[in-house]
């Protein structure tokens, strides 16, 4: 019987954050295919579309992707309609657009899952608190992550304060930006709207 894997929270972020930072720059073009070492793992959560495209429900960009092409993140590819992971069974990380340019903020909750079931997961409270410090201290689209159901997920426009970007989980299922600005009060809504 395997040994348990214990590590403290603290281990775990620290070992976490060196990981982190070791693999930030490992472009995905490293997983070329004249290098042999692209994955053949097929892919989850994507849908064969007709003309052999397949469209990826892993995130909420929702790529509809060609033969042959990888999707936006660049870490899984469409392989005569089958999609495949470039990163199964790697740490690994891509950074196509820098964080700074980006006007949402995201709060996770960690959750204890695998080898890290003996860490607790991050208190709600802990996670609505980093929110309300973020949002009173100016910054206007900050949102929650793996908190199923709390109002944390969503985003509200900070002039009207009507909800414009509704989730849950992964799932987008309410968008009032119309053309970069609020459906309701017409305040513009820092972000790229368009591709």
Known sequence: MARPFNVTRRQFLRKSSVIAAC??????SGFSKSRGRLSSKEARY?????????????????CIV?????????????RDGIYYSLVYGRIATHH??????KPFY????????YKLKNLP??????????????LDGGLH???????????GENTSCPHCRNLIIG??????????????????????ISGVWEV
């Open 23 to 28: 693999t930030t720059f490992i472009p995905m």
């Open 46 to 62: 994507y849908t064969k579309l007709p003309d052999k495209k397949v469209q990826c429900k892993l995130c909420p960009h929702r």
């Open 66 to 78: 060609r033969p042959g092409k990888r999707g936006n993140c660049e870490t899984r590819e469409n």
């Open 96 to 101: 196509k657009d820098p964080i700074e340019k």
């Open 106 to 113: 995201h709060f996770s909750r960690f959750y204890p899952k």
């Open 121 to 134: 997961p991050t208190p709600v409270a802990t996670l609505e608190k980093l929110r309300n410090v973020a």
């Open 141 to 151: 689209y900050v949102y929650l992550g793996n908190v199923p159901g709390h109002s």
């Open 167 to 188: 989730r849950s989980g992964y799932e987008i299922f309410e968008n009032q930006i119309v053309n970069g600005k609020c459906h309701f009060c017409g305040q513009e």
